[in-house]
């Protein structure tokens, strides 16, 4: 299991449909490898790009939230759910998004206790509370982030990456999807 990506079966991106194929192949191009989510989502072509559209309609969108701020919350909520694929994978994208080859494994480990500066504790107390309570979200926890400053438009941002994270991370977990070794060493060596 060790050398697998995944429980299931896996495709190439040479395997999948022509729409896909771009799609994944110009993500392999810019990173300079297939990040083995896309192989392993592969396996059913339609649950792909419905996950890569809204993906990128969280993630890629022109927003209030920065990059680094929407790679926050995936680590977080990640490390929460002890999802290995994303803390690995999204953890390095942060560090990256961040300039900091720290903050990704402090926000991972301890998502609750992290230093972090005033804006950034809000958005993963935020996040943390949808993603670990959602059962007693509520108006206590849309307050408290109002009056960390931030908006309602980036209250959605964080509460929708939250939940599109919340699935990857459950699809990680019934995969056993193992992380790329590229990724472990991204954004702590310099390029």
């Not at 790679?71 to 961040?98: D, F, K, M, P, Q």
């Not at 438009?153 to 599109?164: F, K, M, N, S």
Request: charged share 30%; with cysteine.
């Amino acid at each position: 299991m060790a050398d697998k990506i995944s429980r299931f079966p896996t495709r190439e991106p040479s395997e999948l449909p022509e729409d896909l194929r771009v799609r994944v192949t110009e993500i392999a191009d810019r990173s300079g490898f297939v990040p083995n989510v896309f192989r392993a989502l592969g396996h059913r072509p339609a649950e792909l790009r419905a996950f890569l559209d809204y993906h990128d309609a969280v993630m890629e969108r022109d927003g209030a939230l920065t990059k680094a701020e929407r790679e926050l919350v995936v680590v977080a909520t990640s490390g929460a759910n002890s999802c290995t694929y994303c803390v690995v994978a999204h953890g390095a994208i942060l560090r990256v998004r961040a300039r900091d080859a720290q903050i990704a494994d402090r926000v991972a480990t301890n998502p609750w206790t992290v230093e972090l500066d005033e804006r950034q504790r809000a958005i993963v107390d935020l996040a943390l509370a949808l993603a670990v309570e959602p059962a007693t979200f509520g108006e206590a926890d849309l307050q408290d982030a109002r009056d960390a400053g931030l908006t309602d438009d980036e209250i959605w941002d964080v509460g929708a990456i939250t939940a599109l994270f919340a699935l990857s991370n459950r699809i990680a977990h019934l995969t056993a999807l193992r992380p790329n070794d590229e990724f472990y060493l991204m954004g702590r060596l310099p390029r």
